[in-house]
């Protein structure tokens, strides 16, 4: 069956939604739940007083319409990766066994170790926590730990069609990662966004 075909049928017939499996693979301790759950209250409360800012210097542009380019919302998306990492890197600097997860450097790029002509839209790696953001590096098959599918439009074609991609690319981590046990990746489409986590019988979806 070619691989494209492959990644249709997984799409249709592999899915679980089951949130709670994915939050248990990441199998946190109750004082890092914690941590997290604070973490995440923070910055999101920091968002929401950005966002009702009238200030210029907390003024951000609407998110991008249906109509705007499927490459827009790659910055867009970047930049609130990193607004998210500097705000965990304040308050958990030394933490022991925390990591950034940063942003590739190149958006709507070939990895340097893909042997297909296919570009992602955007990749996820982690980074120690003293990593300084502006060293952002171009992320490689091997090095990802999760891809990211963007879609303009929020309808059930434009959402199989990112799942099918996603799963598509993930085949080129898996033959750079032999051992590798779980592959995480994010599907936006309009303004929705969607966790996955591949394993090698189903996909956990949130």
Same mark, same amino acid.
């Given at each position: 069956? %070619?691989? *494209?075909?492959?990644?249709?049928?997984?799409?249709?017939?592999?899915?679980?939604?089951? &949130? =709670?499996?994915? !939050?248990?693979?990441?199998?946190?301790?109750?004082?890092?739940?914690?941590?997290?759950?604070?973490?995440?209250?923070?910055?999101?409360?920091?968002?929401?007083?950005?966002?009702?800012?009238?200030?210029?210097?907390?003024?951000?542009?609407?998110?991008?319409?249906?109509?705007?380019?499927?490459?827009?919302?790659?910055?867009?998306?970047?930049?609130?990766?990193?607004?998210?990492?500097?705000?965990?890197?304040?308050?958990?600097?030394?933490?022991?066994?925390?990591?950034?997860?940063? %942003?590739? *450097?190149?958006?709507?790029?070939?990895?340097?170790?893909?042997?297909?002509?296919?570009? &992602? =839209?955007?990749? !996820?790696?982690?980074?120690?926590?003293?990593?300084?953001?502006?060293?952002?590096?171009?992320?490689?098959?091997?090095?990802?730990?999760?891809?990211?599918?963007?879609?303009?439009?929020?309808?059930?074609?434009?959402?199989?069609?990112?799942?099918?991609?996603?799963?598509?690319?993930?085949?080129?981590?898996?033959?750079?990662?032999?051992?590798?046990?779980?592959?995480?990746?994010?599907?936006?489409?309009?303004?929705?966004?969607?966790?996955?986590?591949?394993?090698?019988?189903?996909?956990?979806?949130?």
């Amino acid at each position: 069956m %070619p691989i *494209r075909k492959k990644s249709d049928r997984i799409a249709q017939n592999t899915l679980d939604i089951s &949130l =709670d499996q994915m !939050l248990a693979m990441t199998n946190p301790t109750r004082t890092t739940k914690k941590q997290i759950t604070k973490t995440v209250d923070e910055i999101a409360s920091e968002m929401e007083d950005i966002f009702s800012s009238d200030s210029d210097k907390h003024k951000f542009t609407k998110w991008p319409g249906t109509d705007s380019l499927e490459r827009v919302i790659y910055g867009y998306f970047s930049g609130f990766v990193l607004f998210v990492a500097e705000r965990v890197k304040e308050r958990h600097l030394n933490t022991s066994g925390w990591q950034l997860v940063l %942003p590739s *450097r190149l958006t709507d790029y070939k990895p340097s170790d893909s042997n297909t002509a296919e570009r &992602l =839209d955007v990749s !996820l790696f982690l980074e120690d926590m003293h990593k300084e953001a502006a060293a952002l590096k171009e992320s490689d098959y091997a090095d990802m730990f999760a891809i990211v599918e963007v879609k303009r439009r929020d309808s059930s074609a434009e959402i199989n069609n990112a799942l099918s991609r996603l799963f598509y690319y993930s085949q080129n981590i898996y033959i750079n990662q032999l051992n590798r046990r779980f592959l995480w990746g994010l599907t936006i489409w309009g303004s929705h966004v969607c966790a996955e986590v591949m394993v090698h019988d189903k996909v956990l979806v949130s």
